[in-house]
């Protein structure tokens, strides 16, 4: 069931009628030594600017993007040295939250050295964390955990270590299955991440400042690098602490290493792409236990929304919510092409959380359990709605490439219907796009270059629609088709196109040919759609020329078609812009059948 009245207390209105309850707050800074030995560093940010004895639920933010920043003489009065925490801090501390946050091990002040993104070794570290904070004179003995991205895939770690104190987490745009819902989107490395990331983290590791100033969030020059804790008055813990941070891995050889979900290090054969993912080490005993609120937008990243909706269809706890928004990653912006305004969106998902916080930290009546468990956005509608269940109950609409670029409801009845693509490896999708805040660029507005990058692809469209359609869920392509080479990337595009000819983006799919096998995926990523292993045992090539199938899933959307518009389905081998290309050096040209025999087909999720 869905239905349009979505929250008994909106999160903004739940916002207002709890201010902030503490002016002020203080700032305790310390090294917290783990199981091995290594020294974290950590601050806790108290409420109030005075030593009262009151205790307070602890909200842990696990971070490799500094816990806070050193301040440059005279910048300390108008520059705020938490860039990465303020969000957290200002929503939770005068709320009567301590905030503690940490610089995980091989980062910021910590020492210690980072193995691989996301290490195993950080999630034994921060069940270590969470023990220090239980028993905290401060610590009421109850903890959250929360973060954007890195952070929320750490509370995810946290929570499956079942600590006890842990009551509730918060994973906000964060991944399930690291290897398909960041490295490797349909099989194919995301090259403009890994190149921009191991810059971002090599730059921050190392506080080297000459390679900040790309990076949006960090490159005011008043930020001079990992503040020290408290006791390391002349710096030179920190120092310790870097040169530490030199043996730190490397993330484009990192990733090039596992091409396939099995396939490990080159030194270490176990250390596969699940050896980083939070379903790999998920906990049936933890969910019982741990209220999850898991939160992502139509527009965050290659697969960061699928992993959000995988971890909630993995949980079994019916404490869990779902929230998928309007969103880019971590809601920087508001990402519909239809919204009505550029209002800031972190405040709701600040206040949706607090909320959430509220009642499992609290014990405060938030009215949340007379609500549906999930909300969503749907765009071109520009409405919140709540449903039951995810996806919401709907029917499939399937659409077949036909005659003229044609995208028709009725099966094809020719015999021998095809199209030749020639690749071109020149066609990309832009900078302005929802790869692009993965590595920390500034996108203001998605997408708004896209009509007529549809040119350089092979397409088809509908007929203008009937009646407003709303698309929710995840959509699928089952496509029949050749290539010239033994390997070939699918990209596949859906768009509006509005009464006046404009192309509106909407979603897509990537999909690497070798993957084509249908297989399952691990038993801890549930299936949304057409399921592939991945694995090195199920890549097999094409035959040049021969027919071949392949299905797989575009990104979920919630999108309204509105009457009058038609719905387009673009198909290209590239996105140069963002993913590494195959085969190199040869564009591959596409045959795409469309007959009797070989029907390919688009199927949409329609409301």
């Known amino acids: 069931m869905t239905t349009q009245a979505t929250w008994k207390t909106s ?6 009628g709890r201010p902030p309850e503490y002016d002020g707050e203080r700032i305790v800074s310390q090294y917290v030594a783990v199981r091995d030995g290594t020294r974290l560093a950590v601050d806790v940010h108290l409420p109030g600017t005075e030593e009262t004895g009151e205790s307070f639920p602890a909200i842990l933010v696990l971070t490799p993007y500094y816990r806070r920043f050193a301040l440059r003489d005279g910048d300390s009065a108008n520059l705020d040295p938490c860039p990465t925490v303020a969000f957290y801090r200002d929503m939770f501390v005068s709320r009567g939250y301590a905030l503690v946050a940490v610089d995980v091990r091989g980062s910021g002040a910590s020492f210690g050295c980072r193995d691989g993104f996301r290490s195993p070794a950080e999630r034994l570290d921060h069940h270590d964390v969470a023990d220090w904070v239980s028993q905290q004179s401060w610590c009421s003995g109850s903890i959250g955990a929360t973060g954007i991205s890195y952070p929320g895939a ?141 939160v992502s937008g139509w527009m965050d990243g290659g697969g960061y929304s699928v992993g959000t909706i995988q971890r909630y269809l993995w949980l079994d706890n019916p404490e869990s919510r779902l929230m998928l928004g309007p969103w880019d990653h971590g809601a920087r912006g508001h990402a519909s092409p239809w919204r009505p305004n550029t209002d800031p969106q972190q405040p709701f998902v600040g206040a949706a959380v607090l909320r959430f916080f509220d009642k499992h930290l609290k014990q405060l009546n938030a009215d949340i359990d007379a609500e549906q468990p999930v909300h969503y956005y749907t765009m071109g509608e520009e409405a919140w709605k709540a449903a039951d269940q995810w996806p919401p109950k709907h029917r499939e609409t ?21 199209d030749h693509y020639e690749g071109d490896y020149a066609c990309g999708t832009g900078i302005h796009t929802r790869y692009d805040r993965l590595y920390i660029a500034n996108v203001d507005t998605y997408y708004d270059d896209w009509d007529g990058r549809e040119d350089a692809m092979l397409s088809y469209t509908t007929p203008p629609l009937d009646t407003d359609t709303e698309i929710t869920g995840h959509p699928y392509v089952d496509l029949r ?48 759609g057409p399921t ?76």
Request: proline share 9%; charged share 20%.
């Open 481 to 528: 088709f050749a290539s010239s080479e033994k390997d070939c990337c699918l990209f596949v595009y859906l768009s509006d196109i509005t009464p006046d000819g404009r192309s509106v983006y909407v979603t897509e799919g990537v999909f690497r040919a070798l993957h084509r096998k249908p297989g399952p995926y691990p038993a801890d990523i549930p299936p949304t």
């Open 398 to 418: 399937v659409l077949y490439p036909g005659a003229d670029g044609g995208l028709v409801s009725q099966v094809p009845e020719d015999h021998a219907a095809a």
């Open 532 to 607: 592939h292993s991945f694995k090195i045992e199920d890549a097999e090539h094409l035959v040049p020329g021969e027919p071949a199938t392949v299905s797989f899933e575009l990104l979920p959307t919630s999108y309204l078609f509105r009457q009058g518009h038609r719905i387009r389905m673009s198909i290209a081998a590239s996105d140069s812009d963002h993913f590494t290309r195959i085969p190199d050096g040869r564009p591959p040209t596409i045959t795409l059948y469309r007959n009797l025999e070989r029907p390919s087909k688009l199927v949409l999720p329609v409301i």
């Open 154 to 294: 750490a509370s995810d770690f946290l929570a499956s270590t079942n600590h006890p104190a842990v009551k509730a987490v918060a994973p906000l745009f964060a991944v399930w299955d690291t290897w398909s819902n960041h490295l490797y989107p349909g099989g194919i490395l995301l090259t403009c991440v890994t190149k921009n990331y191991g810059t971002l983290a090599e730059s921050l590791d190392q506080d080297k400042r000459e390679l900040i100033p790309p990076y949006a969030y960090f490159k005011d020059p008043g930020l001079t690098g990992p503040a020290p804790v408290d006791e390391d008055t002349d710096g030179a813990l920190l120092r310790a602490a870097l040169r530490d941070h030199k043996a730190n891995f490397d993330m484009q050889d990192f990733a090039q290493q596992l091409r396939y979900r099995d396939a490990g290090l080159t030194d270490n054969p176990d250390y596969t792409g699940a050896s980083i993912s939070p379903y790999n080490y998920a906990s049936r005993e933890a969910d019982a236990s741990t209220a999850y609120f898991s």
């Open 11 to 16: 999160p903004l209105d739940y916002l207002s």
